[in-house]
């Protein structure tokens, strides 16, 4: 007899083994069938379902608090972000681009960055500060510029070779009376202008390039940004980093008067690094400037 | 004294004087001690030194027309007077322009200032010489 078999054709004679292997299956599946229940079974199920439920809510609740988190540091960013914005807003604007000035150097601010850390523009203001008390200038007001600011000093009094008068003449708005009675000098302030020169530095600290305008300003206008800056510069400001895409960039203003003639801005009597080697500033700020 | 010496004296003194004056501040102008506007120093000036030098002049022109008639003397007192006050506004219309560098008030103020003395003195002498021409002895 021949049995057709899922195999393929099996004789009859091996139906003994074949029996013996269907048997044992058999026997298996039905001990399989006595040791658990139809209960038991659907327990593990619901189990197995518990768990992987579990899995999902934690998984969720896991996202959901990362993006929670998320969205808190982007608030607080956010809100950081305005409060400067609104800082920066406190501090009065100073006329951009700059007005002409008499000569501009760009510091190599290698000086003036914190080696091997990262530095703020507070760190850079107060150096900057401490360089100008270092050499008498002890008022300033700031400016806000394109992210950025502007540090201004006050109208000083210098010689014709950029050193500044002993006080109270270096701080007064007007050339005072001659006090050398030596004939070259009598002779030169009877018969000439005799003119006082006058200098305001500004020091502009910005990510951003920039020229000049072509407007001239007057010495009262530039007297007046002492009284229209801010004391100091706003924290909000200040935590801002001074990184390596900022410059520090100082514009010289210096004005000549004479007694019967008005102060006018001249352009370059000085370069900007003389002038700044004449304040006593230069060594402090920069060991090496370009120009 | 003699009439004639006497207006030479004065004449010599106020020329002089008011030449000196002049070509200072004619220098000083062209050296630009007053600027690129010296209206304010020639204005404080020319009413210094004008009017009495304007009087001079007329006196004098008078004189060569021969209107005076013959006058010899003139009265010492009012003559030294004259001169003597002359002398001293000169001199302190001098004083102002140099001292004006030196001066804590700056040249223009003391210009400006100096009206407050030199009006009432520039009054005086104008008529200390007033005296001097009008009241002259016949010969």
């Avoid at chain 1, 209960?39 to 608090?65: I, N």
């Avoid at chain 1, 807003?89 to 510091?107: C, D, G, I, R, Y």
Wanted: with cysteine; glycine share 8%.
């Amino acid at each position: 007899m021949t049995l057709t078999s899922f195999w393929g054709p099996m004789t009859i004679g091996n139906q003994s083994s074949i029996s013996k292997i269907l048997a044992g299956g058999l026997l298996g599946l039905a001990l399989a069938a006595c040791s658990s229940t139809p209960d038991d079974s659907m327990e593990a199920d619901e189990a197995a379902d518990e768990q992987a439920a579990a899995d999902d809510e934690a998984r969720a609740e896991a996202e959901r608090r990362a993006a929670a988190e998320a969205a808190a540091r982007a608030e607080a960013e956010r809100m950081a972000a305005e409060r400067a914005e609104a800082a920066a807003a406190e501090l009065p604007s100073f006329p951009w681009p700059p007005p002409k000035a008499s000569t501009v150097m760009n510091l190599n601010d290698s000086a003036l960055r914190m080696s091997g850390h990262s530095t703020t523009l507070g760190q850079l203001d107060e150096q900057l500060g401490q360089a100008l008390s270092g050499a008498g200038y002890v008022e300033r007001s700031y400016f806000s510029v394109p992210d950025g600011f502007a540090l201004v000093t006050r109208l000083e009094q210098i010689g014709p070779d950029g050193t500044p008068l002993d006080p109270p003449d270096r701080w007064s708005a007007d050339a005072g009376p001659v006090r050398q009675f030596d004939l070259r000098t009598v002779l030169r302030a009877l018969f000439t202008a005799n003119p006082g020169y006058f200098r305001i530095l500004v020091f502009v600290v910005s990510p951003h390039p920039f020229n000049q305008s072509k407007e001239m300003v007057r010495r009262e206008e530039a007297m007046e940004w002492l009284q229209e800056g801010m004391n100091r510069l706003p924290s909000a400001v200040a935590r801002g980093r001074y990184t390596s895409i900022f410059r520090t960039t100082v514009l010289v203003y210096e004005f000549e008067k004479s007694e019967f003639s008005d102060p006018l801005l001249i352009s370059g009597r000085l370069t900007a690094r003389t002038h700044l080697q004449r304040s006593g500033l230069l060594p402090s700020i920069e060991s090496n400037a370009e120009e | 004294m003699p009439w004639m010496q006497c207006k030479k004296r004065l004449a010599l003194l106020w020329f002089t004087g008011a030449g000196f004056i002049f070509l200072l501040f004619l220098v000083q102008t062209i050296g630009g001690r007053y600027g690129d506007d010296p209206e304010l120093a020639w204005g404080w000036l020319l009413p210094t030194l004008m009017p009495t030098l304007s009087l001079m002049v007329a006196v004098f022109v008078l004189d060569a027309l021969g209107k005076e008639g013959s006058v010899k003397n003139v009265d010492r007192f009012i003559y030294r007077l004259a001169f003597g006050l002359s002398a001293a506004y000169i001199s302190v219309v001098l004083i102002t322009i140099l001292a004006g560098p030196f001066s804590e008030m700056g040249s223009s103020t003391l210009m400006t200032k100096s009206n407050l003395w030199l009006a009432p003195f520039q009054g005086l002498v104008s008529a200390s010489l007033g005296a001097f021409f009008i009241r002259r002895e016949p010969a």
